[in-house]
């Protein structure tokens, strides 16, 4: 991978790259590479010692962590992702949801419930709490096919500035 953790050698590196210091990093990683162990049932090192016929990006576990973090952190799209790590899009979006798998079963006991399937889950969840907020101000709506009717339910959003100044960059026509 073309970004290392060796290269973080400040605390303003550490946050801007992965969000969290240099400790939280290395404690969290211990239990990263646990729940990668557990996941795919051996490390990173041991699976590239059993497929020598493939090239690995990413070399340990430490280093997914790291891309994983970073891949959050940045918001790059995945062919930006990739190249600023050395891999391709494909491989930088396949790196990030192992990534993201593992850090979800790292996290699981910390990280809130996603999924209430049963009346009783949602019952033993919010037990004890008199009152329940839900922010539902953003709800899908079927879009009319009349076009009037559309008119009355566009939602107005605007291009982002940079490309609204590109589109009438003089010097780009």
């Known amino acids: 991978m073309k970004i290392k953790v060796s290269e973080l050698t400040t605390e303003r590196k550490w946050r801007a790259s992965t969000g969290m210091n240099k400790e939280r990093f290395y404690k969290l990683l211990g ?33 997914l962590l790291y891309f994983t973090l970073f891949s959050l952190k940045s918001g790059l799209t995945y062919d930006l992702l990739g190249l600023v790590c ?13 990534g993201l798998k593992v850090l979800e079963q790292t996290l699981k006991d910390y990280m809130p419930k996603r999924e209430i399937k049963t009346k009783k889950d949602f ?5 004890g709490n008199e009152e329940l907020l839900i922010d539902a101000t953003e709800q899908p709506k079927q879009r009319p096919s009349d076009k009037e009717e559309q008119k009355n339910h566009y939602s107005g959003k605007k291009k982002p500035m940079i490309m609204v100044f590109l589109n009438n960059c003089s010097i780009l026509k």
């Open 31 to 63: 239990s990263f590479e646990e729940s990668y162990k557990e996941t795919y049932g051996k490390s990173i090192a041991d699976k590239q010692a059993s497929e020598k016929r493939f090239e690995f990006c990413i070399s340990d576990e430490e280093e």
């Open 86 to 98: 050395g891999m391709n899009g494909a491989s930088a979006k396949k790196n990030q949801a192992i």
């Open 123 to 127: 019952e033993k969840l919010f037990e």
